[in-house]
């Protein structure tokens, strides 16, 4: 039973319905561990369901290209001014459509073709957009990367300081989509400072956890911070820049007209509804819990021999080198997910193997926190991932099964948002 509701949907157009409805059970039946998901509210998903989805807003409020904007208007500002207030910082801009595309706004905002900028190594920790040879900042900018110690797990700011002094970017990135440690925000602006670059914080994956106090915040230290507003944040799928006063006009004409046409205005909508949730004590208390939750699967994976990048974790992440298993990432995820365990196959520092066939795999706890799973089942979910993976090894499909059904027993006492079965 969907929540709101989509009966005129399900009498239209069945055969879609019967795909969400699949999805929604698959949702609610799974433990999901992918660091990047999460399950928004009931209110998130009303607002991102409205009629805002009929309106074109090409521009910025007050300075529209489309008349009739009375409603819009106030709608984008009340974003604009939620964010300000939940992260602290002088400007906002809410329109982006993603992650990536945010990133792509800073290129535009503040580089020409060819300059230089400093960022983590994919590979180590850093996101396609941040100079990948594959991705457009690689191609048309010149990265160089710092990466993480060989030792440790963990950003070598002493790595960091003698490339940016060795290379003098214009622009240097911290965060990425694979960092299970704490970014350290004042080291990295020191660094910038000394080399006169411009510091940009991707927290894409922590920004719930910055907003509800679980991970020190960027602001003070870097310029301009970019976020998407799933993942931690738990809001619809979207995106923000954030930056001090100084840079607003340019990040919002990188924006549009630079990038985009109108934003998705019933996304606005949703992220406004996320930010005022993520403003909460009860938020908070999540936040934290999410944290509480990603120690304690670290710690259980650690005891069952799993060697867990960077021997733990400090935010909603964890990172598994599966090589000591004799397993690889992809095979391993697969198996997983048969089993009832959602998360996805992932390089790791200084792997051997092909990014589409690395040697560990991500998980992040920002879901099953919310569906309200705490410290002492996660000893359980370790446990079920190792019979999996064991399971795998030997192709025994009927041990895969029999994890599932076990996740599938305890999911089904915690509710999920938007859905739950039919009685």
Known sequence: MHSPAIPQLTESDPQLAELIEAEARRQFEKVRL?????????AVLEAAGTVLTNKYAEGYAGKRYY???????????MAIERAKALFGVEHANVQPYSGSPANLAIYLAFMQPGDTFLSLELA???????GSPVSATGKWFRPVHYGVSKETGRIDMDSVRDVARAERPKMIFCGGTAIPRTIDFPAFAEIAREVGALLVADVAHIAGLIAGGAHPSPVGYAEVISTTTHKTLRGPRGAMLMSTAEHAVALDKAVFPGLQGGPHNHTTAAIAVALKEAATPEFAAYAHAVVRNADAL??????????????????????????????????????LDR???????????????????PSGVR???????????????????????????RAAQREDEAALERVAAEVRELMVGYPMPGWAPTP
Not at 342 to 355: A, G, I, W, Y
Not at 369 to 381: N, Y
């Open 34 to 42: 992918i660091a990047s998901e999460n399950y928004v509210s009931t």
């Open 67 to 77: 008349e009739g904007q009375q409603f819009i208007d106030p709608i984008e500002r």
């Open 124 to 130: 180590h920790g850093g996101h396609l957009t941040h």
């Open 363 to 389: 998980l992040g706890t920002a879901a099953v926190t919310t569906r309200g799973l705490g410290v002492a089942e996660m000893p359980r979910i370790a446990g079920w991932m190792e019979r999996a993976i």
């Open 339 to 357: 089993a009832g365990i959602e998360l996805n196959f992932n390089t790791v520092p200084f792997d051997p193997r092909k990014p589409w066939d």
């Open 298 to 335: 670290a710690r259980a994976l650690v005891e069952l021999g799993f060697d867990v990048v960077s021997g733990g974790t400090d935010n909603h992440l964890v990172l598994l080198d599966l090589t000591g298993q004799g397993i690889g990432g992809k095979p391993a995820a697969k198996a």
